[in-house]
T-cell receptor
């Protein structure tokens, strides 16, 4: 079964700092990759997704992610964070095998200090 | 508007009292699933359904039941809730194929005392 690892449990940044959240997955075949964001008390929102093509994917709110197949990675980046980016971020992967299950990482909590 | 609707949003219940959390989608999706979210553990899949009358266990199915009698509905049933089922629950739906995204409901916060 596939698994997803998010390297950081809690990241604290000052406003305007750059952000990179790591995500690695453990499946060697075709994958769909996603980053979701969950603001405090709210449901999951899709930030961006990768299905195929250009490995650099741009999402909403200035976020982007890069798919590096050789490293099984899909790291999330933002050049300059804002206080409103304070949230929990989840990486998820779906494979073409079996049940098309969406497997999530354990999440990274981002706190942005004004 | 495409959406996944869960009810109730908040529920406090007592140990052993059967409950059902409903989930409905209006996108004619074949694939529906339930997740529970716990601090430090992310989202873990409880059950999924690939079509009407087809359901299967996810990673943490113990203590839960589901049914899929109609395409749009996928209720989650807790026959005898216990305090370790206190969690935030999400329902999701998708077309079930690769290269599609999943749509999530607003979540149900369940507390079992």
């Amino acid at each position: 079964a596939q698994s997803v690892s998010q390297h950081n449990h809690h990241v604290i940044l000052s406003e305007a700092a750059s952000l990179e959240l790591g995500c690695n997955y453990s499946y060697g075949g075709t994958v769909n990759l996603f980053w979701y964001v969950q603001y405090p008390g709210q449901h999951l929102q899709l930030l961006l997704k990768y299905f195929s093509g250009d490995p650099l994917v741009k999402g909403i709110k200035g976020f982007e992610a890069e798919f590096i197949k050789s490293k099984f990675s899909f790291n999330l980046r933002k050049p300059s964070v804002q206080w409103s980016d304070t949230a929990e971020y989840f990486c998820a992967v779906r494979t073409g095998a079996g049940s098309y299950q969406l497997t999530f990482g354990k999440g990274t909590k981002l706190s942005v200090i004004p | 508007e495409a959406q996944v609707t869960q009810n109730p949003r908040y529920l406090i219940t007592v140990t052993g009292k059967k409950l059902t959390v409903t989930c409905s989608q209006n996108m004619n999706h074949e694939y529906m699933s339930w997740y529970r979210q716990d601090p430090g553990l992310g989202l873990r899949q409880i059950y999924y359904s690939m079509n009407v009358e087809v359901t299967d266990k996810g990673d943490v199915p113990e203590g839960y039941k589901v049914s899929r009698k109609e395409k749009r509905n996928f209720p989650l049933i807790l026959e005898s809730p216990s305090p370790n089922q206190t969690s935030l629950y999400f329902c999701a739906s998708s077309s079930g194929a690769l290269n599609t995204e999943a749509f999530f409901g607003q979540g149900t916060r369940l507390t079992v005392v």
